[in-house]
C-alpha cells in the first residue's frame, strides 16, 4: 500500500521546524557556525533526518531560500514610480542592516557563492523577489510614466545593484540617502532609454 504524504502534516511541521532553526543558526553563528547537529537541537528533529533529507547546511540553507521565494513580499503602492523605487531600495536597505534581516541575508549570499545547491537556490530566490518587484514598473508603464518597453527586471537589478555593491563589495555604510540615489539613478537610465 502506497503511503500518500498529506499537506500540513508531519513532514511540514518537521520542515518549518527545521527552517526556523536554520534561521536562527544563521543569525547567531553565520553560514561558517550552521552545523546539522545545533539545527537538530534547537528544531528537535533528529540529526540523521535532517542529513537525509537536506544532506547538511548547504542543503539548509537551500530549502531556506526555496520556502522564503515562494512567500510575498510588501510591494509599495506610492503612486509614482519614483516614489515606489525608492521605497523598495530602501526596504532592502534596512533589511541588511537590521540584525537578524543582515545576518541571514549574508549568510545565504555567502552559502550561495559556496555551494552549486545553494547558488541556484539564491538565484531562484532573487528572481522571485524580482518578479514580485516588477509590478511597480508595469504599474509605472500603464501609468504612462514609462514607455512599454523598458525593461522591468533590468530596472529593478539597476536599481538595487548599487546596494549589493556596497554592501558585499565595499563594506561601505549605506545611508538611506544612498538608497534613494540608487532609485533615482535607476529611473533616469530608464527614462533615457538605456533599460
Known sequence: METQRRPGGRSARVRAAVRQATLVEVTQRGYQGLTVENVAKRSGVHKTSIYRRWGGPEGLVADALELAATEPIPIPDTGTLAGDLRALTEAVRAGFASPQGGAIGSAFILAGMQNPAAAAAMQNFTAA???????VVDRAVERGELPATVDGDELIRFALAPIYYRIFVTHEPLTPDDATKAADAAL????AGVL
Do not use: P
Request: aromatic share 0%; proline share 0%.
Open 188 to 191: 533616469a537610465a530608464a527614462r
Open 129 to 135: 523577489r524580482r518578479k514580485q518587484s516588477v509590478i
